[in-house]
């Protein structure tokens, strides 16, 4: 695990930037429950329903098994932070030495706000002496230090465990309001279907039987109409929404904005002017 960079929480105490656990993918998908603790910048994360942002100094959970984007604000050019992913194998591991009764969690949000307490700050400076040299950690180390932070995030957070050891499926939900809410999300099919507990082939037969369509042809639509109303009255700049309409690059986008209203996206702007 490389270590980027060395930053300042406060003027008496620096941490070095660091990563602990198996990667994760940058898709728009949240597979495995981690812990972010933000040391430099901003950050602002969104799932669908709503907005969460993060300042120098704050952390949080975020949630296996949802859709999210992020926003990087760099603080005089730097965006440093420390992210410690919580996998499934590990904490079915941590479960059968540290034996936990849970309920089913009472919130859809993808981001859960932590307490904040000296504990967690104190915690991150102990990873420091482990990446001196090469700024590697030794797996086993990497694996005492996340149970050590997992056991002060749930002695300092009342209800916590019954978020991160739910190991569940998504259950078969409302797909239509589903998908009216997280359309913007550049995710692959499988993902759709997968949320709202459904096979792919199910998904596509359900989405046809709702929206009249294939689930590529409502999305590309829905994402287009959003974009024009945008420009028309909102006066947006097109590459500043782009990504956040769920398209990869902005050739893409501005090739099906004019196939589908035969104008492009500038030239919508520059009407509504």
Same mark, same amino acid.
């Given at each position: 695990?490389? #270590? ?66 992020? !926003? ?7 965006? +440093?932070? #420390? $992210? ?8 079915? =591991? ?6 936990? !009764? ?11 706000? %932590?307490?904040? /307490? ?8 102990? %990873? ?12 086993? $180390? ?7 932070? %997992? ?48 096979? %792919? ?24 109409? +959003? ?11 097109? !590459? ?5 309409? =769920? ?5 893409? &986008?501005? &090739? ?7 104008? /492009?996206? =500038? ?7």
């Amino acid at each position: 695990m490389q #270590v980027p960079s060395i930053a300042s929480i406060n003027k008496a105490t620096t941490i070095t930037s660091c990563y602990l656990g198996p990667a994760i993918s940058p898709e728009q998908f949240i597979p495995e429950h981690f812990f972010l603790y933000l040391i430099k910048g901003k950050m602002e994360g969104y799932d669908g329903y709503r907005k969460a942002t993060l300042q120098p100094g704050e952390y949080c959970i975020a949630r296996r098994n949802h859709l999210a984007r992020y !926003s990087k604000l760099r603080d005089e050019g730097a965006f +440093e932070k #420390v $992210v410690v992913i919580f996998d499934q194998a590990f904490l079915r =591991g941590f479960l059968e030495k540290h034996p936990v !009764s849970t309920t089913r969690p009472d919130t859809n949000k993808a981001f859960i706000p %932590l307490h904040q /307490t000296n504990k967690v700050p104190a915690f991150l400076q102990t %990873l420091m002496p482990y990446y001196q040299g090469e700024g590697k950690m030794d797996e086993t $180390v990497s694996q005492i230090k996340r149970e050590e932070l %997992l056991q002060i995030l749930l002695e300092t957070n009342p209800g916590l465990d019954n978020i991160l050891f739910d190991f569940g499926q998504p259950e078969k939900i409302d797909l239509e309001a589903f998908m009216n809410h997280h359309y913007k999300f550049n995710v692959r099919l499988e993902r759709f279907a997968y949320l709202t507990g459904r096979s %792919l082939s199910t998904f596509k037969r359900d989405f046809h039987a709702i929206f009249r369509t294939t689930p590529s042809q409502w999305l590309l639509q829905k994402r287009l109409q +959003e974009a024009y109303f945008l420009l028309q009255r909102e006066h947006r700049k097109a !590459s500043d929404i782009y990504l956040d309409l =769920g398209f990869e690059n902005f050739s893409h &986008f501005s &090739f099906a904005f004019k196939k589908h209203f035969h104008k /492009t996206p =500038g030239e919508v702007a520059a009407a509504s002017r």
